[in-house]
């Protein structure tokens, strides 16, 4: 099944307390409210990517949609911080960890979503609160969010051989229930 892939969460840790107060003072581009949340939060144009930074120096870097973009940005935001505070080290090749991969898919088929809750026990569909159904598979362990005309929303897979794997079981419950079943024979 193809698919495309819509945000990679990343973790990585600079190795080093970060001011995250001066870091608000000095560069435009950081936000700190400690009030409403105890991270900053980094927004670099190219690539286009939000950085959660933690005093204790870990970062999450989330909205690349590529895994090429991640230690591109954490090197530009080391940098930056580097720049501001010298007790940071420039991260030219980063260590970081693929936290959650988020895709979309098409199944190229409409589905009975009330129908899919029936029958599969791990799928969630309540239709005033959600137009989606959530169908849940623990092996590999993922999240999908099923729509009527056959999209779907994927998240929680750690790299793209479990992506495809969960992808491809998906794929087998939901047709499963939501192929047409061949009409059957009259007898004579």
Do not use: W
Not at 6 to 35: G, Q, R, W
Not at 38 to 50: H, Q
Not at 134 to 156: S, V
């Amino acid at each position: 099944m193809q698919y495309t892939i819509v945000n990679i969460v990343a973790s990585a840790n600079l190795n080093a307390n970060i001011d995250l107060y001066n870091l608000a003072v000095s560069i435009p581009d950081v936000e700190y409210e400690p009030e409403q949340f105890p991270g900053a939060i980094l927004k670099l144009k190219e690539p286009k990517v939000s950085m959660l930074l933690f005093k204790n120096g870990k970062i999450i870097c989330s909205g690349a949609s590529s895994e090429a973009q991640i230690p591109l940005a954490i090197y530009k935001a080391s940098k930056m911080i580097h720049e501001i505070q010298k007790g940071v080290k420039v991260q030219k090749n980063a260590e970081y960890t693929v936290v959650n991969l988020v895709t979309t898919a098409n199944l190229h088929m409409n589905l009975d979503l009330f129908k899919t809750a029936m029958e599969c026990d791990n799928v969630e569909y309540e239709p005033e609160q959600f137009p989606g159904a959530i169908l849940r598979i623990h092996d590999p362990k993922l999240t999908l969010l099923l729509f009527k005309n056959g999209k779907l929303i994927c998240a929680g897979a750690k790299n793209e051989e479990l992506l495809r794997k969960g992808l491809r079981k998906a794929s087998a419950i939901v047709r499963a229930i939501n192929s047409p079943k061949p009409a059957k024979k009259k007898a004579k």
